[in-house]
């Protein structure tokens, strides 16, 4: 039996690129679909402070500074999806970090063609996505939703 208690969170953004190339309705929609269930979304500009906190784990890699000027170039949409083992389940739909060598059929590997702009964020393990979902929102900005289909995704 489903239980609620089940549900997972991730946190995703779609990257500045993936703005640009107006590639968000398409984006949603991999993750509408498939069944998971949306309960934070912001456009926004990220702040340099932002950035470097989120990727706080690259810090002394050669390509931060970049990645960071990347991300707070233009806007991303910042999400958070819930629903039954999405962490990983978000991870196999955005595909592989480099999208030249990502599956086709998952969103780097259909849009992408290089490491450095690969369109999407998604968190990479459940503890992960705690952090990053408090990081990038308020809990007064995500909403508590059950949707009508509940019942037909689930045993
Ligand atoms: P992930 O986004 O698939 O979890 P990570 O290894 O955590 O991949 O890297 C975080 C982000 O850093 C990548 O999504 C990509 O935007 C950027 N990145 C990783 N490796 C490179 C690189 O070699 N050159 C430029 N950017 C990179």
């Given at each position: 039996m489903f239980l609620e208690t089940d549900l997972e969170r991730t946190f995703l953004a779609i990257k500045p690129d993936g703005v640009q190339r107006g590639l968000v309705g398409e984006i949603i929609r991999r993750f509408e679909t498939k069944g998971f269930t949306l309960v934070g979304l912001k456009f926004m500009k990220v702040s340099k402070e932002l950035a470097e906190k989120h990727y706080d784990v690259h810090r002394?890699?050669?390509?931060f500074p970049g990645l960071v000027e990347f991300i707070i170039s233009s806007p991303v949409v910042a999400m958070v999806w819930e629903g039954e083992g999405v962490v990983a389940a978000a991870r196999k739909i955005i595909g592989a970090t480099n999208p030249l060598t990502a599956e086709p059929g998952t969103i780097r590997g259909d849009f992408g063609v290089n490491v450095g702009r690969n369109l999407i964020h998604g968190s990479d393990a459940q503890e992960t996505a705690q952090t990053e979902i408090a990081l990038w929102f308020k809990e007064e900005e995500l909403v508590a939703w059950q949707p009508h289909s509940a019942p037909w995704l689930s045993e």
């Open positions: 002394e890699r050669p390509f």
